[in-house]
């Protein structure tokens, strides 16, 4: 057993964190979020979407007799755990799943989205939908970066496929990862530097406690979403989808605390990352039927 | 990242399984847990069996008398020997864990010598003489004195929360050798007789009605000098060797046993109808998840040791922190499920429900863990 990142796995992330922070860093980010308050502009970059396509992002699993980059689930992983680092915006996993099967997925030329329960992400800015969207609703949304349609309830729709609700998770779990991780950074790098009282305010305890609390749920978090990206079992994704939401809505939280008044402003990013992992907590199903699964698994799995 | 085992790990594993399944149906009853020398007895008798098997001192070096295991090979070993029911290190806990590893790190050829074999044989137990009254948490703020006197240290003072006291033979005993240096500067580790004339140990009883721990007493105890381990004024930093032991681990058959117990707990959900209720079901599913997951972790913790070759280190804080209140929980679902039962002390459930208390204080309250995550692994600046 060697449960560790690989040479060429810390090479990839390393790779995939230089490009993303160089291409939508925070400025890039920001300028996003204030296109997207004004009406009628596109917020989806496509050119970055293009060089997303370019760099593999959406290919990285497909065979490279396929055209793709040939890596499997942990790798993918590691990409959307910088993904939710940066908040990058966009139906990523949609486009990411449809690589192979949707013409131009896989370069970034065409963007997918996919209906999931009772939501659907970016439907007006994809150019191919997955799924029954009839009766979609447009939702005002708190997250300037993630358009919503609000779908109706149909009893009678055709169970979702099965295996692509267990990517969606194990890869919004991996989003959530990323986001926690970078608002533990965040909090951090503020604590050593903000000074009140005459000193660094990460000298003070209670400061220190909220701090600490956050890197335990990302290290529990990263243990739980790695596992799962090896053996893709239901159950181990179903507990990283637990671990990873707490992690990124509570973290980005604490964060705020720790910023203060600061961090209660529109100009602070931290809002966008509590915005975004809230909306992300709805995906495939959210945090009720990871319990329910995990609840079953008690007494029907091995004792 | 791989989290399947290598075919000399499976064959370890189904050799030990092998082993344990003709071992375990041969031992005596176990004996009730306040009566100490009964336990002494039961868990040296075991330690006797694991060294005649080859299994006594599994992750200890091999020049120390260990079987110089990889740290995979111990994660298989407490895995297995959890799930199969065996005893719990128990009375040997200090020396295996703790003291053992300690002296096989620091110590010269002739204290090896003297105290390591008869640790793995199970022939001697150890205690823990760290806490005091007045430093608990706050280890370096210990007051208890020792002076030399020709060939022998001198040692005065009392120390608290001593587990085995009462049938331990040697105590891991930090003393301050110099008042006037800095409080981290001016402490020695000694290995202390308990025979020695001048040791009194006064039992306390826990809030689980069973005396876990004591008082111990020390008025002018004589301690040879070359018992001393570590230069003298050195013992903070031979200390912070054993207490890296402690926080690294020490929990991880503890996270094996709290899987099986959350499956019993549902099991019972099951049979009593509890398990209608959603909340009640959902928040077993989360412990679940938990679980798993501090396994996980566990498994991540190994595999960085086993490429370091070091032994897991103040990352040990953050599993502990976290472990340590999922068993607290898990306990609490359980006595959800039973209900007023859960009010009889005779249930094993609620025995381990008020054991599990102890867990977020011992070896370092959450408190103290979350500043050493804080300062030692976020780069805080030290506070106060």
Same mark, same amino acid.
Not at chain 1, 297 to 303: I, R, S
């Given at each position: 057993?060697?449960?560790?990142? *690989?040479?060429?796995?810390?090479?990839?992330?390393?790779?995939?964190?230089?490009?993303?922070e160089?291409?939508?860093g925070?400025?890039?980010?920001?300028?996003?979020?204030?296109?997207?308050?004004?009406?009628?502009?596109?917020?989806?970059?496509?050119?970055?979407?293009?060089?997303?396509?370019?760099?593999?992002?959406?290919?990285?699993?497909?065979?490279?007799?396929?055209?793709?980059?040939?890596?499997?689930?942990?790798?993918?992983?590691?990409?959307?755990?910088?993904?939710?680092?940066?908040?990058?915006?966009?139906?990523?996993?949609?486009?990411?799943?449809?690589?192979?099967?949707?013409?131009?997925?896989? &370069?970034?030329?065409?963007?997918?989205t996919?209906?999931?329960?009772?939501?659907?992400?970016?439907?007006d800015?994809?150019?191919?939908?997955?799924g029954d969207t009839?009766?979609?609703?447009? @939702?005002?949304?708190?997250?300037?970066?993630?358009p919503?349609?609000?779908l109706?309830?149909?009893?009678?729709?055709?169970?979702?496929?099965?295996?692509?609700?267990l990517?969606?998770?194990?890869?919004?779990?991996?989003?959530?990862l990323?986001?926690?991780?970078?608002?533990?950074? &965040?909090?951090?790098?503020?604590?050593?530097?903000?000074?009140?009282?005459?000193? +660094?305010?990460g000298?003070?305890?209670a400061?220190?406690?909220?701090?600490?609390?956050?890197?335990?749920?990302?290290?529990?978090?990263?243990?739980?979403?790695?596992?799962?990206?090896?053996?893709?079992?239901?159950?181990?994704?179903?507990?990283?989808?637990?671990?990873?939401?707490?992690?990124?809505?509570?973290?980005?939280?604490?964060?705020?605390?720790?910023?203060g008044?600061?961090?209660?402003?529109?100009?602070s990013?931290?809002h966008?990352?509590l915005?975004?992992?809230?909306?992300?907590?709805?995906?495939?199903?959210?945090? &009720?039927?990871?319990?329910?699964?995990?609840?079953d698994? @008690?007494?029907? *799995?091995?004792? | 990242?791989?989290?399947?085992?290598?075919?000399?790990?499976?064959?370890?594993?189904?050799r @030990?399984?092998?082993?344990?399944?003709?071992?375990?149906?041969?031992?005596?009853?176990?004996?009730?847990?306040?009566?100490? +020398?009964?336990?002494?007895?039961?868990?040296?008798?075991?330690q006797r069996r694991?060294?005649?098997?080859?299994?006594?001192?599994? =992750?200890?070096?091999?020049?120390?008398?260990?079987?110089?295991?990889?740290?995979?090979?111990?994660?298989?070993?407490?895995?297995?020997?959890?799930?199969?029911?065996?005893?719990?290190?128990?009375?040997?806990?200090? *020396?295996?864990?703790?003291?053992g590893? &300690?002296?096989?790190?620091?110590?010269?050829?002739?204290?090896?010598?003297?105290?390591?074999?008869?640790?793995?044989?199970?022939?001697?137990?150890?205690?823990?003489?760290?806490?005091?009254?007045?430093?608990?948490?706050?280890?370096?703020?210990?007051?208890?004195?020792?002076?030399?006197?020709?060939?022998?240290?001198v040692?005065?003072?009392?120390?608290?929360?001593?587990?085995?006291?009462?049938?331990a033979?040697w105590?891991?005993?930090?003393?301050?050798?110099?008042?006037?240096?800095?409080? =981290?500067?001016?402490?020695?580790?000694?290995?202390?007789?308990?025979d020695a004339?001048?040791?009194?140990?006064?039992?306390?009883?826990t809030?689980?009605?069973s005396?876990?721990?004591?008082?111990v007493?020390?008025?002018e105890?004589?301690?040879?000098?070359?018992?001393?381990?570590?230069?003298?004024?050195?013992?903070?930093?031979?200390?912070?060797?054993?207490?890296?032991?402690?926080?690294?681990?020490?929990?991880?058959?503890?996270?094996?046993?709290?899987?099986?117990?959350?499956?019993?707990?549902?099991?019972?959900a099951?049979?009593?109808?509890?398990?209608?209720?959603?909340?009640?079901?959902?928040?077993?599913?989360?412990?679940?998840?938990?679980?798993?997951?501090?396994?996980?972790?566990?498994?991540w913790?190994?595999?960085?040791?086993?490429?370091?070759?070091?032994?897991?280190?103040?990352?040990?804080?953050?599993?502990?922190?976290?472990?340590?209140?999922?068993?607290?929980? @898990?306990?609490?679902?359980?006595?959800?499920?039973?209900?007023?039962?859960?009010?009889?002390?005779?249930?094993?459930?609620?025995?381990?429900r008020?054991?599990?208390?102890s867990?977020?204080?011992?070896?370092?309250?959450?408190?103290?863990?979350?500043?050493?995550?804080?300062?030692?692994?976020?780069?805080?600046?030290?506070?106060?």
């Open positions: 057993m060697d449960f560790q990142l *690989g040479p060429d796995q810390k090479a990839l992330r390393q790779g995939v964190r230089e490009l993303l160089g291409r939508f925070r400025d890039a980010l920001r300028a996003a979020a204030d296109r997207a308050e004004t009406p009628g502009e596109h917020v989806l970059d496509r050119t970055l979407w293009r060089e997303l396509g370019a760099a593999g992002f959406f290919a990285l699993r497909l065979p490279e007799a396929a055209g793709g980059v040939g890596q499997g689930l942990p790798e993918a992983v590691l990409a959307f755990e910088e993904a939710g680092r940066v908040l990058l915006p966009g139906p990523l996993i949609a486009t990411h799943l449809a690589a192979g099967t949707v013409p131009g997925a896989a &370069t970034g030329e065409t963007v997918v996919a209906a999931g329960p009772g939501l659907v992400e970016w439907l800015e994809s150019d191919v939908v997955h009839t009766g979609a609703e447009p @939702l005002a949304v708190l997250d300037p970066l993630t919503l349609h609000r109706p309830a149909a009893p009678d729709r055709p169970p979702t496929d099965t295996r692509h609700t990517l969606v998770s194990l890869l919004t779990a991996a989003e959530q990323g986001s926690a991780a970078r608002t533990c950074e &965040t909090a951090v790098q503020h604590a050593r530097t903000r000074e009140q009282f005459g000193r +660094p305010i000298a003070f305890q400061v220190q406690h909220l701090c600490a609390g956050m890197l335990v749920r990302v290290e529990l978090a990263r243990a739980a979403v790695y596992a799962a990206a090896v053996t893709a079992d239901p159950t181990d994704v179903a507990a990283a989808r637990l671990l990873a939401d707490e992690a990124a809505v509570r973290g980005a939280r604490d964060c705020l605390q720790v910023h008044g600061m961090g209660f402003t529109w100009e990013d931290i966008l990352h915005k975004r992992a809230w909306i992300r907590t709805h995906r495939a199903g959210g945090g &009720t039927q990871s319990e329910e699964a995990l609840a698994d @008690l007494v029907v *799995g091995p004792a | 990242m791989d989290l399947t085992y290598t075919p000399e790990e499976e064959e370890f594993r189904a @030990l399984r092998a082993w344990l399944a003709g071992a375990l149906p041969a031992l005596p009853p176990r004996p009730s847990p306040g009566d100490w +020398p009964a336990r002494r007895a039961y868990d040296l008798g075991w694991l060294y005649d098997a080859g299994y006594a001192g599994l =992750h200890w070096p091999v020049d120390a008398g260990g079987q110089g295991a990889t740290p995979t090979q111990h994660l298989i070993y407490l895995e297995e020997t959890e799930k199969a029911g065996a005893p719990y290190v128990g009375a040997n806990f200090v *020396g295996l864990l703790h003291a590893p &300690t002296i096989a790190s620091e110590g010269d050829a002739g204290q090896r010598a003297r105290w390591l074999p008869p640790v793995l044989r199970g022939e001697e137990v150890w205690c823990q003489g760290f806490s005091e009254p007045g430093a608990g948490s706050d280890l370096a703020a210990l007051r208890t004195r020792a002076w030399r006197d020709g060939d022998d240290y040692v005065s003072g009392s120390k608290i929360w001593t587990s085995h006291a009462e049938v033979d105590c891991e005993l930090l003393v301050r050798t110099d008042p006037d240096a800095p409080r =981290h500067r001016g402490i020695t580790w000694l290995a202390m007789p308990m004339p001048g040791i009194t140990v006064r039992p306390l009883r809030l689980a009605g005396t876990e721990f004591a008082e007493f020390l008025d105890v004589r301690v040879p000098v070359t018992h001393r381990v570590g230069a003298e004024n050195d013992g903070w930093r031979v200390t912070m060797v054993t207490l890296s032991y402690e926080r690294g681990t020490a929990f991880v058959g503890e996270v094996v046993a709290c899987r099986r117990v959350l499956a019993e707990v549902a099991r019972e099951r049979k009593n109808g509890r398990w209608d209720d959603a909340v009640l079901r959902r928040r077993l599913g989360r412990l679940n998840a938990e679980f798993r997951a501090l396994w996980r972790l566990t498994q913790n190994v595999g960085e040791a086993q490429r370091t070759g070091g032994v897991p280190g103040v990352g040990g804080s953050v599993f502990k922190l976290r472990y340590s209140h999922a068993r607290q929980e @898990l306990y609490d679902a359980a006595a959800e499920v039973l209900g007023p039962e859960s009010l009889d002390p005779g249930r094993e459930w609620t025995l381990d008020l054991s599990s208390l867990y977020t204080i011992a070896a370092g309250t959450s408190q103290i863990q979350r500043n050493i995550v804080a300062e030692r692994i976020l780069g805080l600046p030290r506070g106060r």
